[in-house]
């Protein structure tokens, strides 16, 4: 790092902090690989925060999982110094937001800790629903836009129609719109010129009550959680016990300081400043995104708004392939948790299965990630089972279960209802695409609500579908219906009662608790038979024929007959072959400890997930 | 040499001493099978993944020379070890001179104990064969013939790329006896894209009239990196049908067994008493030398191989260098799960019980409790008082039973 470059320095002794008038605060709004992460690179480099010769791609995203997927999970903050064309030297904190819609409240929280936002909008692609679901999200905290249209080095770009676009969207004059190409650098410095010309700075109460906003937290070993803040009233330091505002749990503060861009002690942050906290505390849960951050001494009379506890949406059962690691499968969970307030899980047991767990997760996306992270950090073998909604049930006797698996369902005879969750769904589609999204929609049990030109070429649909609907393989259908230009967004609306049945698999005659699933009754007997013939396909031939029936209550709707596995012998071993062959066949075992014995019948992790593939074809 | 400062200690001797292993070898009190790899083909088969290659012609004297400096030498190196059985294998050992022939003998007499009643193979190609080679290979003590029949119907020949025909079978077969060669094998393959049970039938029935002491049936495999793969990733052949393989696989039973055959081996075949002596080394995991570009061997506590491409192989020779490039140190659980997996390809006499014992101090139904009580729920093994071997609806399935073990 060149300490020399910085021009206010930043050490443990630092006892002023940056006047509010020459701090911004701001964050970048942009689809998925519309170039969010290249232009804070680019930020990065031109304001000397980070050596060129020690850049690497996408310097924000931290986790190997988001650099490969270039998307954003966590809201990652820097503070830059820049030295503005008036002359004088500004504190410039950009807040990288996630990027996906399972993590809409996490974007709202690291919006509200911002003055400003960049709007970023690929010159080829155009505005996508996501997109605008931010901006809309930014617009309504009232944040200053600064459009951006990128890419414009690409062959594909049309930057004067997009420009146009965005202009008319904000309501703003076209010359307002920069025209960049990230990767190229070009135009970019005009970007942190008007970062520092059109964002106002923050107008907090210096001499207030502390008041800070946690928009993210991680857990460090070493230091416990560390919470992102921005302090909105008074001054961070340490020194004063602290205090969560939620909880009302106090603390100490083990070490306050800015992201510059790793974590560089100050030892206190000044009103409108964006920095770190390291609590001391031993999980996220203690230091949730949201949540105010005072003084025990002289706490604010009142927290800041926008906290909410976040609610798991989506749920699936976890299940270590051999049940030896169900211990490891538990710590690795157990360490993802710390960092990971939204994660869920708790013990549940599958008749077919053993033990394991019953996890809960913002969205399919955040599934996917904490798979992957189990799998590639903690070394597990896990098996994911089909994920499923959190369902009411009203008893005969006037209870209100709430489930998060299909197991859980009581006896047909002791419901009186099921309900479902809906979601408000947004889908932003280039007006040629409104047929078949309309169809893919209704397929879906999708109720219209009502559509909005955005200009001419452009419409927004809204409606009302079931969660469940739109879980699996509908984000695909969506994209593949409309050639990639349709986007979408949504939000939980209310539980509504459905006439729904529980779809069972009986694999050998044996019920599956795995592979059931609960489905509309119109649906149930088509889905019954996909997934029976999905199965089909990917249980491998055992020694002898293996049934597969699916079944509502005692009923069987389809069957279907894995057949008996014919040949698998290798033809010659003589003395050269041994080491070799034997080699293969180790590799072979390999491949079954990926398989699930259920009674005498060796599945595969596909299996418990064909359901997810039941509406493809 | 470079010396420290005490001079009183060790005596250098400046001579170089050729290396022939680099580890030491076990004895083989019993004897060892002797394998001798000849890496030259007339033509490349497209389903061969051996390491055989063809167009070398010009290479054969020196690879000879050197195969017969490196029997001398590993002779030598064991002290004349007794020898069981010799296996010319390759390749075609039939397309060397028979000079060359004779000088390989020469020195295997020389450098090794041969057993007065040692079975001794040469594989040969029915295209590359005429009488007197045979008279050659039977004047210098060959006394088993493997001829590599493949099938008997030309379109099939044609699709396997042999060089041979039909007719070079039976007129191969028939030179062989003429010049006293009693024990004849025949190998086949079986499972051809598109290949009728018809079709398979007529190469049996014909390969049982040339009346054979043994027969080996293989089913096509479409091994990595061969013509046969790369023909059937880019869809020109379809891949092997599996469930049609099975079904050849039972008609050999049915037919080889009606002819009197013994079916002592997953994929072979024997009239009493004329199993291939050598093979059985292999499968009972017993100790085997390997020479020549290539070939593996094995003193039950590491298995080794040698430099595969004959031209280095030949210049390590010459320069006194070792030719093994590899080795893998056995663990007494991994022999231990070879004898299983090697020996229970024997379909009849199996595992013996006793003699796994009296290698590992431990009877394998003891060792394997769980395995062995598993596969028996299944059906596919049957434990006998002094055995254990697959039982008969295993022997399709026998990997199965393998990777158990593993």
Known sequence: ?617 | MKVGGQVDSVKVIPVKVPQVFPFPVQPAPQGWGLYLHIPFCERKCPYCDFNTYAGLEEMYERYVSALVKEIRRVGDVLGRPVVRTIFLGGGTPTVLSPQGLEALFRALNDAFAVQPNAEITCEANPGTVDRSRFQVLHELGVNRLSLGAQSFVSEELRFLGRIHDVRDIQQAVDAARSVGFENVNLDLIYGLPGQSPHAWRVSLQRALACQPTHISCYALTVEEKTSLARWVANGRVPPPDEDLQAELYMMAQDILEEAGYVHYEISNWARPGRMCQHNLIYWRNEPFLGLGAGAHACDLRRRWWLERAPHIYIRRVIGDETTVVGWEELSSQTAMAETMMLGLRLLQEGVSRSRFAKQFGVDPVVYYRSVVARLQAWGLLEVLPDRLRLTPRAYTVANRVFVEFL
């Not at chain 1, 005969?396 to 369902?409: D, K, M, N, R, V």
């Open chain 1, 1 to 617: 790092m060149n300490e020399d470059v910085l021009p206010v320095e930043t050490t443990e002794t630092r006892t002023s902090t940056f006047p509010q008038e020459r701090i911004r605060n701001f964050c970048i709004i942009a689809h998925v690989d519309h170039g969010k992460s290249t232009l804070a690179d680019r930020l990065l480099e031109l304001t000397g925060t980070v050596d060129p010769r020690e850049m690497q791609e996408q310097v924000l995203d931290s986790m190997d999982l988001e650099r490969e997927r270039g998307v954003t999970i966590k809201a990652s903050p820097v503070r830059m110094i820049y030295r503005a064309p008036d002359g004088q030297t500004y504190e410039l904190n950009l807040i990288d937001t996630p990027g996906h819609v399972d993590f809409t409240y996490e974007v709202s929280r690291a919006l509200a800790a911002c003055e400003g936002a960049i709007l970023v909008v690929d010159a080829s692609q155009g505005i996508e629903a996501q997109t605008l679901a931010n901006l809309f999200m930014a617009l309504e905290q009232d944040l200053e836009i600064i459009p951006v249209v990128n890419k414009i080095d690409l062959p594909a770009a049309r930057p004067d129609e997009v420009a146009a676009e965005v202009a008319a969207l904000l309501g703003v004059d076209e010359a307002e719109v920069i025209r960049i190409s990230a990767k190229e650098g070009t135009n970019v410095e005009q970007v942190l010129a008007a970062v520092v010309e059109r964002i106002p700075p923050p107008s907090g109460n210096p001499a207030g009550p502390l008041r800070a906003l946690i928009f993210d937290s991680q857990y460090d070993p070493y230091k416990g959680v560390v919470a992102s803040v921005r302090v909105v009233d008074g001054v961070l330091r340490m020194g004063a016990l602290l205090r969560m505002m939620s909880t009302g749990a106090d603390f100490e503060p083990v070490e306050i300081g800015i992201f510059a861009p790793d974590m560089r002690s100050t030892g206190v942050l000044g009103p409108g400043e964006v920095g770190y906290v390291a609590t001391g505390l031993k999980s996220v849960r203690d230091a949730r995104v949201g949540d105010t951050i005072t003084e025990a001494a002289h706490p604010a009379p009142a927290p800041l708004p926008g906290y909410k506890r976040l609610k798991p949406m989506v749920f699936a059962g976890i299940y270590p392939v051999e049940s030896d690691d169900y211990n490891a499968l538990r710590d690795a969970l157990e360490k993802l948790q710390l960092n990971d307030a939204a994660l869920t899980f708790e013990p549940e047991t599958s008749q077919a299965l053993g033990f394991g767990f019953r996890a809960g997760f913002l969205g399919m996306f955040h599934m996917e990630i904490v798979q992957e992270r189990l799998e590639r950090e903690y070394g597990l073998d896990v098996l994911f089972t089909a994920p499923s909604v959190a369902y009411k049930v009203r008893t005969t006797t006037g209870e209100e279960l709430t489930i998060h698996s299909p197991a859980q369902l009581p006896e047909p005879t002791r419901i009186e209802a099921i309900l479902e969750p809906w979601v408000r769904l947004e889908i932003y589609t280039p007006v040629e695409y409104i047929g078949p999204m309309m169809d893919l929609v209704m397929k879906r049990r999708g109720i219209f609500k009502r559509q909005d030109y955005i200009d001419q070429r452009r419409v927004l649909l809204v409606y009302e579908i079931p969660l469940s609907e739109i879980l699996v393989d509908f984000y695909n259908e969506l994209k593949a219906r409309s050639r990639g230009y349709a986007s979408m967004d949504y939000e939980f609306l209310e539980y509504r009662p459905g006439d729904l049945v529980k779809l069972d698999i009986l694999v050998a005659g044996q019920p599956v608790d795995a592979l059931s699933v609960i489905v509309h009754r119109d649906d149930a007997y088509r889905k019954g038979q996909k997934l029976v013939s999905r199965m089909k396909d990917v249980i491998p031939r055992q020694l002898f024929d293996v049934a597969i029936q699916a079944a509502i209550g005692k009923k069987v709707i389809s069957r279907a007959t894995v057949k008996a596995l014919r040949k698998d012998v290798l033809a010659k071993c003589y003395g050269g072959d041994v080491t070799r062959k034997r080699k293969l066949l180790e590799k072979q075992k390999r491949g079954k400890k990926r398989l699930k014995m259920v009674g005498h019948v060796e599945i595969p992790q596909e299996a418990f997930m064909s359901v997810l593939k039941l509406e493809e074809e």
